[in-house]
Nanobody, 120 residues
Framework: QVVLVESGGGLVQAGDSLRLSCAAS????????MGWFRQAPGKEREFVAA???????HYADSVKGRFTISRDNAKNTVYLQMNSLKPEDTAVYYC??????????????WGQGTQVTVSS
């Protein structure tokens, strides 16, 4: 069982930066692929970024070059550094723990989400 708690969301202006954190319980954190997804109002949850156990990273095209995912296995925490934010990045951001990469079904555990709002 893994419990995930996201933090770091907020209201920012276009062009600003935010760093999201996702703290995980349990001693098996390092074994999981960790991912960030987001869901905007009226839209389906979509993949944002993932980091595998080796540290290799994957990004959605819409955030590539602006967002950076990282993990600290000693702290059981995964981060999402978001730079050059755009209004279309507004969504609830969720972190997940699983064994895949880009599909929602790849992830077994989810956090409760943190709201990110980017004003123009």
């Amino acid at each position: 069982q893994v419990v995930l708690v996201e933090s770091g969301g907020g209201l920012v202006q276009a062009g600003d930066s935010l760093r999201l954190s996702c703290a995980a319980s349990g001693r098996t954190f390092s074994r999981y692929v960790m991912g960030w997804f987001r869901q905007a109002p009226g839209k389906e949850r979509e993949f944002v970024a993932a980091i595998v156990t080796s540290g290799y990273t994957h990004y959605a095209d819409s955030v590539k070059g602006r967002f950076t995912i990282s993990r600290d296995n000693a702290k059981n925490t995964v981060y999402l550094q978001m730079n050059s934010l755009k209004p279309e990045d507004t969504a609830v951001y969720y972190c997940g723990a699983g064994n895949g990469l880009r599909r929602i079904s790849d992830y077994d555990y989810w956090g409760q989400g943190t709201q990110v709002t980017v004003s123009s």
